[in-house]
């Protein structure tokens, strides 16, 4: 089983999830990819399924109408994307797995904005696809109120 603690690289930011995550995904987008520097590998998280210590040290960029990006302001670590907009999942993370204590026993199970990943980038075993339609329409499902 993974662990449910982690960390950015400096220690400044730690994390404990109310629930041991069982696998993670993938995201090809363009901002993923310019965050991380290649693919984001995540661990979906929901709404107050995640306790920070070092809260005061996380810096947070909005990097898209509906999501907002979090790093620790000391040494820089991706940490977390978070969904702002309206709706039932406003607040659901993803919390970049390679902070976790331990990856032991994940299994990589989904990727999503599959049509932007690049040729070179495969993935061993199959997993759940969802194209950028894919997601843009699940998360204005989630907002019925926004004409977007």
Not at 15 to 27: D, F, H, N
Request: charged residues 15%; contains cysteine.
């Amino acid at each position: 089983m993974a662990s449910t603690t982690g960390s950015c690289l400096c220690g400044a930011v730690r994390y404990t999830l109310a629930e041991a995550p069982e696998s993670y995904g993938a995201c090809h987008c363009g901002i993923c990819r310019r965050w991380t520097g290649g693919i984001e590998l995540g661990l979906q998280v929901p709404p107050g399924g995640v306790t920070f210590e070092g809260e005061d040290n996380i810096r947070t960029y909005c990097s898209s109408d509906w999501a907002e990006r979090g790093f620790c302001g000391t040494c820089g670590s991706n940490l977390f994307w978070r969904l702002t907009a309206p709706g039932p999942m406003h607040g659901m993370m993803s919390v970049t797995a390679g902070t976790l204590d331990s990856l032991e026993g994940l299994t990589l199970t989904s990727e999503v904005y599959i049509d932007h990943k690049p040729a070179g980038h495969a993935f061993a075993g199959d997993t759940k696809k969802m194209t950028e339609a894919d997601i843009l329409a699940m998360v204005a499902a989630s907002n019925p109120g926004d004409p977007t």
